[in-house]
């Protein structure tokens, strides 16, 4: 039972336009959702966070939204760059809770010169 | 910039074999944690460990799989004997303390092939 959910396996979109990864989960529980960038041969890399108090938060180029009730999240990169080619993985966690994080199965994002 | 340190890079076993990967968390980080990423998949926790205690074992195969932090700074993730369906990257990450608010910071991963 996959509790973070993310539909689309790849993406692909061109320099300078913006690229919307999605992500939605299932467990209510959840609290605090992070996304991560993986690179090939290489871990995961922190890219932004944001709590269930919030609906959106920024970093540069990359903001997330979080939708509580519909349960949804979704990245945002504007403008992207080729080098933002990577796998984006979602991740939520439980406040408290002594296991981590739980991921999504993750987006390949490709950005076209 | 602290990293987490793993070893090796890649490891090619064949099935039955036992084997062994190294993680060295970011120094002062008391949690430390074995993900296993299945190509197309998201990482998978198998074990977390605060300081030298196990906290979290629940996902870890125990007839096969064993994990130790002894001095609770380092640790080795073993494997016997290996299987087929092993084959995957195993990623170690580290965190300051085990809050859930807590970004985790991610070794490069052991990729492992069992042949």
């Known amino acids: 039972d996959q509790q973070v959910k993310q539909n689309s396996p790849s993406l692909s979109v061109q320099e300078g336009r913006i690229s919307i990864l999605n992500c939605d989960y299932t467990?209510?529980?959840?609290?605090?959702f992070l996304w991560y960038k993986k690179y090939p041969a290489e871990g995961p890399t922190f890219l932004i966070s944001?709590?269930?108090?919030?609906d959106k938060n920024e970093d540069g180029r990359f903001t997330v939204f979080l939708n509580k009730s519909a349960k949804h999240l979704s990245l945002h990169i504007v403008p992207s760059q080729p080098g933002d080619s990577a796998v984006y993985f979602c991740?939520?966690?439980?406040?408290?809770?002594?296991?981590?994080?739980?991921f999504g199965s993750g987006t390949q994002l490709t950005v076209l010169p | 910039e602290a990293e987490v340190a793993q070893s090796p890079r890649y490891k090619i076993t064949e099935k039955s074999q036992a084997v062994a990967f190294w993680c060295d968390p970011i120094?002062?980080?008391?949690?430390l944690y074995w993900y296993r990423q299945i190509l197309g998949q998201g990482p998978e926790l198998l074990v977390q460990?605060?300081?030298?205690?196990?906290?979290?074992d629940s996902q870890l195969p125990k007839d096969r799989f064993s994990a130790e932090r002894l001095k609770g700074v380092d640790s080795t993730l073993k494997i016997q004997p290996a299987e087929l369906g092993d084959s995957a990257m195993y990623l170690c990450?580290?965190?300051?303390?085990?809050?859930?608010?807590?970004?985790?910071?991610f070794g490069s991963g052991t990729q492992l092939s069992v042949l």
């Open positions: 990450a580290s965190s300051p303390r085990a809050i859930s608010n807590e970004k985790l910071f």
């Open positions: 120094s002062g980080h008391a949690t």
């Open positions: 467990n209510s529980m959840f609290d605090y």
């Open positions: 991740a939520a966690s439980v406040s408290g809770s002594a296991r981590q994080l739980t």
């Open positions: 460990f605060q300081d030298e205690s196990v906290v979290d």
């Open positions: 944001i709590s269930s108090i919030k």
